[in-house]
């Protein structure tokens, strides 16, 4: 196959960029990206290959500590690993009823905000919990991509957020399961979720900051809780992690609504994470359920 024939050849020949100027030829071709998406972003472009993926160094902290670094993700998509990747493109037409019982018991209550580089991560009070077929899960963190990973009938959108949580009660040597709930966003209305915290970002990475609940007018973030009630309505299909390992014990539960944020809090986010989405996946016979 050619990419494995081209495996060993420096990855800015095969992209002919020439070494010397790869950050800033990669940055200008990034904004052009991004200006493409937001101008139609109801379009699927192939601008994907240029996109960051991160590196995770935990298998039990999604996206923490992680490093965009994404070379190998690129030379030999789906040859390093099992056939249950994500993301993935989902075929509405396709999906089956699957009818999961689902049910939560979320507060919300955001305790800090991360700026880790490659994105923003909202750290919730202990707590939460979202039980899925009798199956319990342990909220963990909650974070963004630009553009979306998922994508829904071939449409990709400007924003996905994550909201990961791991099985309870799991032993140490039993690979880590998550359940992680995708929202996809498209340009519209200021979302008020995000507009209560995206004053607390932190400007540089690495850095964290507190969020005093009681500066922020409705600290219980009932928007979120309303974000959550839209569980009845999604896509069900296991996956993977979408940075590496890649891990294949994920349940991925896409939301069928496309939520709204406004450009500038996209953008903000972007300006931030810069574009941290890992390209499709091949879905091979896998089923995806309502
Ligand atoms: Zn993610």
Same mark, same amino acid.
């Given at each position: 196959m050619r990419l494995y024939q081209h495996r060993n050849v420096p990855i800015h020949h095969r992209f002919g960029i020439h070494p010397d100027s790869d950050k800033n030829r990669m940055k200008n071709e990034k904004s052009t990206i991004i200006k493409k998406i937001y101008k139609q972003f109801w379009i699927l472009g192939l601008g994907f290959l240029l996109l960051n993926c991160t590196q995770e160094?935990?298998?039990?902290?999604?996206?923490? &500590?992680?490093?965009?670094? +994404?070379q190998s993700d690129y030379l030999l998509p789906g040859l390093d690993h099992g056939l249950l990747q994500s993301p993935i493109n989902i075929l509405s037409k396709e999906a089956a009823t699957g009818g999961h019982t689902i049910s939560l018991n979320f507060?919300?209550?955001?305790?800090k905000v991360e700026n880790l580089g490659h994105t923003v991560q909202l750290d919730l009070k202990p707590g939460n919990t979202i039980t899925v077929d009798r199956r319990t899960f342990e909220y963990k963190q909650m974070h963004f991509h630009t553009p979306s990973e998922h994508l829904i009938d071939g449409i990709t959108y400007p924003m996905e957020m994550h909201v990961v949580n791991t099985l309870k009660d799991q032993q140490e040597s039993e690979t880590t399961e998550y359940l992680v709930l995708a929202f996809l966003v498209k340009m519209g209305e200021e979302n008020t979720f995000i507009a209560h915290f995206i004053d607390q970002i932190p400007k540089e990475e690495g850095e964290v900051n507190e969020i005093? !609940? &009681?500066? !922020?007018?409705? +600290?219980?973030?009932s928007n979120a809780a309303n974000l959550l009630k839209e569980l009845n309505s999604y896509y069900y299909y296991k996956g993977s992690l979408?940075?590496?390992?890649?891990?294949?014990?994920v349940n991925w539960l896409v939301m069928k609504r496309i939520f709204e944020a406004s450009p500038e809090q996209i953008l903000r986010i972007n300006e931030i994470e810069g574009d941290n989405a890992r390209h499709i996946q091949a879905r091979y016979e896998r089923d995806i359920s309502e």
């Amino acid at each position: 196959m050619r990419l494995y024939q081209h495996r060993n050849v420096p990855i800015h020949h095969r992209f002919g960029i020439h070494p010397d100027s790869d950050k800033n030829r990669m940055k200008n071709e990034k904004s052009t990206i991004i200006k493409k998406i937001y101008k139609q972003f109801w379009i699927l472009g192939l601008g994907f290959l240029l996109l960051n993926c991160t590196q995770e160094k935990n298998k039990d902290d999604v996206h923490q &500590n992680a490093k965009p670094n +994404s070379q190998s993700d690129y030379l030999l998509p789906g040859l390093d690993h099992g056939l249950l990747q994500s993301p993935i493109n989902i075929l509405s037409k396709e999906a089956a009823t699957g009818g999961h019982t689902i049910s939560l018991n979320f507060t919300g209550e955001i305790d800090k905000v991360e700026n880790l580089g490659h994105t923003v991560q909202l750290d919730l009070k202990p707590g939460n919990t979202i039980t899925v077929d009798r199956r319990t899960f342990e909220y963990k963190q909650m974070h963004f991509h630009t553009p979306s990973e998922h994508l829904i009938d071939g449409i990709t959108y400007p924003m996905e957020m994550h909201v990961v949580n791991t099985l309870k009660d799991q032993q140490e040597s039993e690979t880590t399961e998550y359940l992680v709930l995708a929202f996809l966003v498209k340009m519209g209305e200021e979302n008020t979720f995000i507009a209560h915290f995206i004053d607390q970002i932190p400007k540089e990475e690495g850095e964290v900051n507190e969020i005093d !609940l &009681n500066a !922020l007018t409705d +600290s219980k973030m009932s928007n979120a809780a309303n974000l959550l009630k839209e569980l009845n309505s999604y896509y069900y299909y296991k996956g993977s992690l979408t940075t590496p390992p890649h891990t294949e014990s994920v349940n991925w539960l896409v939301m069928k609504r496309i939520f709204e944020a406004s450009p500038e809090q996209i953008l903000r986010i972007n300006e931030i994470e810069g574009d941290n989405a890992r390209h499709i996946q091949a879905r091979y016979e896998r089923d995806i359920s309502e």
